[in-house]
């Protein structure tokens, strides 16, 4: 299960490292919110399974980390409370957040259905432990079949 855990932490940390060069990042306050949208196919079959997450062509996943950017000019990651949802024309879904944490990295995913070349919105409400207020993060992606 470790190895599994680690894999799936170098995944994302990889989508993660793909996202910082594409500035998939939003600043709310002091907050940094790092997002990706991935489809669920990308992750090895070992490390979905062991996170319960369903790969199949039509699924995919929205992962979420937020770090706070201290006085100091360092950062640190942050828990997080979230409540989102997820929707297209034809269907509108609940987001079921899972945190995974690894050393000092914490990440949150949710997994999702879509339709082939459909534009799918996001609409997350998160507050960072220890922040005063929630913040609402909106995502218009879109998604294809690989």
């Known amino acids: 299960m470790r190895s599994n855990k680690t894999l799936l932490?170098?995944?994302?940390?990889?989508l993660f490292a793909s996202a910082a060069s594409a500035q998939q990042s939003e600043m709310f306050g002091p907050y940094e919110?790092?997002?990706s949208v991935v489809n669920s196919t990308f992750l090895q079959?070992?490390?979905?399974a062991s996170y319960g997450i369903t790969r199949g062509k039509k699924s995919a996943i929205l992962n979420l980390a937020?770090?706070?950017?201290?006085?100091?000019?360092t950062d640190v990651a942050r828990n997080m409370l979230l409540k989102g949802r997820t929707w297209d024309l034809i269907?509108?879904?609940?987001?079921?957040?899972?945190e995974i944490s690894e050393?000092?990295?914490?990440y949150y995913i949710?997994?999702?259905k879509f339709?082939?070349?459909?534009?799918r919105f996001f609409e997350v409400d998160f507050r960072p432990q220890g922040a005063d207020q929630t913040y609402t993060f909106k995502l218009k992606h879109q998604l294809y079949i690989n």
């Open 115 to 119: 339709i082939n070349e459909e534009w």
């Open 91 to 98: 269907q509108n879904q609940f987001l079921e957040f899972q």
């Open 33 to 35: 919110l790092h997002y």
């Open 66 to 73: 937020v770090r706070e950017k201290l006085e100091d000019g």
């Open 45 to 48: 079959p070992e490390v979905a």
């Open 9 to 14: 932490s170098l995944t994302l940390l990889v």
């Open 110 to 112: 949710a997994e999702f």
């Open 103 to 106: 050393g000092t990295a914490i």
